[in-house]
């Protein structure tokens, strides 16, 4: 296994800095080499790699919290403290600019952040009937559909094509705070929450959401059956007392979950400072990967085998517990490794998340700046 000082095998990139206060999120957009950011300024920023052109999205009125491309689609989903979700169709403003209409060098340097052209609020589309912050949102593999969760303990799924609202999913006990497909399996997805546990749903069973997983038509859901939901979650994943003689404690909130390319593996980490490696659909934890000295704030699989798995850690606004603001990369080999393999130090600031690309590209993103990595 490598030590711990080890920072062979992923080197810095370049780095940006693009907003004027904390950068919470990030998602790339792999078509268009393009990386996307949401703030605490409020705004989220477009920046493509390659060429270094930038442009800002603002229409939210609190922080962005979260943010996610459509697959396969020029669409981007952003929820915020507004208690807001929104949908960016970005094909138009990617259109204007091939056609001249947009001027990539215009600068904005208005009170929401620093360079970069910026849209106007006639790009987004604002999705309504939340009681919460937007803490998490996630497209499923095909693009058809959107789950989001906040801070009324609620997931949410919509309907993409026409923004119709289908279910309210009801059984986590406090804060949804992350959530994720299955990229297999397209009608079954994962939360994580402030309550401690990793919810597993099933929208098969739901006839609505079940025809646009697959593509097919389906009428409008009626106002009783979006309105709320008697869909359960199939599986409640808590972390064992005690696995491999290794003693957990109290189950802590959940802040990142991610599934690996294959969808046998579920990846889920928070403030107990330890990454659980669990089966899927099984949801038996058979992996403890510990390391990190602080709250893990984000998880990315690699892309490909899926056989590297990133995570970030930082200390959290309300948390005042010592940690080294670094990133790890593990190794997990086969269904049950897990060798830590670098781990990247040196990051002056909180680092909040971290993200893949298709191409080697791992971004990481501190307060204020974005770093990209190549990793071998």
């Not at 979260?66 to 208690?83: H, I, K």
């Not at 909130?253 to 330890?274: F, I, K, M, Q």
């Not at 990190?292 to 699989?301: A, K, P």
């Amino acid at each position: 296994m490598a030590g711990e000082g080890e920072t062979l095998g992923a080197r810095e990139r370049m780095s940006l800095k693009l907003h004027s206060n904390n950068v919470t999120c990030a998602s790339f957009w792999l078509e268009e080499d393009v990386v996307c950011s949401g703030s605490m300024d409020g705004t989220l920023m477009l920046w493509r790699v390659h060429d270094g052109w930038t442009h800002r999205l603002r229409a939210h009125v609190g922080w962005v919290t979260c943010c996610a491309f459509q697959p396969y689609g020029a669409t981007l989903a952003s929820g915020s403290a507004d208690e807001t979700l929104r949908l960016w169709h970005l094909s138009a403003l990617l259109a204007a600019e091939d056609s001249g209409e947009t001027n990539i060098n215009d600068r904005s340097n208005g009170s929401n952040g620093s360079n970069g052209s910026t849209s106007k609020r006639s790009v987004s589309v604002e999705l309504k009937s939340y009681g919460g912050c937007v803490k998490c949102c996630c497209f499923s593999p095909s693009g058809a559909l959107l789950c989001s969760g906040s801070a009324d303990n609620l997931v949410r799924v919509w309907r993409v094509r026409d923004q119709a609202f289908l279910h309210t999913l009801k059984g986590h006990k406090n804060w949804v705070l992350a959530l994720v497909f299955n990229p297999v399996h397209h009608a079954q997805f994962a939360t994580g929450s402030a309550d401690g546990t990793l919810r597993l749903w099933d929208l098969s069973s739901s006839p609505t959401a079940a025809a646009a997983v697959v593509g097919v038509s389906s009428p409008p859901p009626s106002s009783s059956s979006s309105s709320s939901s008697a869909l359960e979650s199939i599986a409640v994943l808590k972390p064992p007392k005690n696995l491999a003689g290794v003693t957990l404690g109290t189950s802590k909130e959940v802040t990142c979950c991610c599934y690996n390319p294959l969808g046998s593996l579920l990846c889920s980490a928070g403030a107990d400072r330890v990454v659980r490696v669990w089966t899927a659909p099984g949801g038996i934890c058979h992996r403890v990967l510990q390391g990190h000295r602080g709250q893990v704030n984000s998880l990315s699989f690699q892309g490909g085998s899926g056989r590297l798995v990133a995570s970030v850690e930082g200390n959290g606004a309300f948390h005042h517990f010592s940690s080294d603001n670094s990133m790890i990369l593990w190794d997990l080999d086969g269904s049950v490794g897990g060798e830590l393999i670098v781990r990247l130090t040196g990051h002056k600031r909180r680092v909040n998340c971290c993200a893949f690309n298709g191409s080697g590209l791992l971004i990481v993103t501190h307060i204020y700046i974005i770093v990209t990595y190549i990793y071998k």
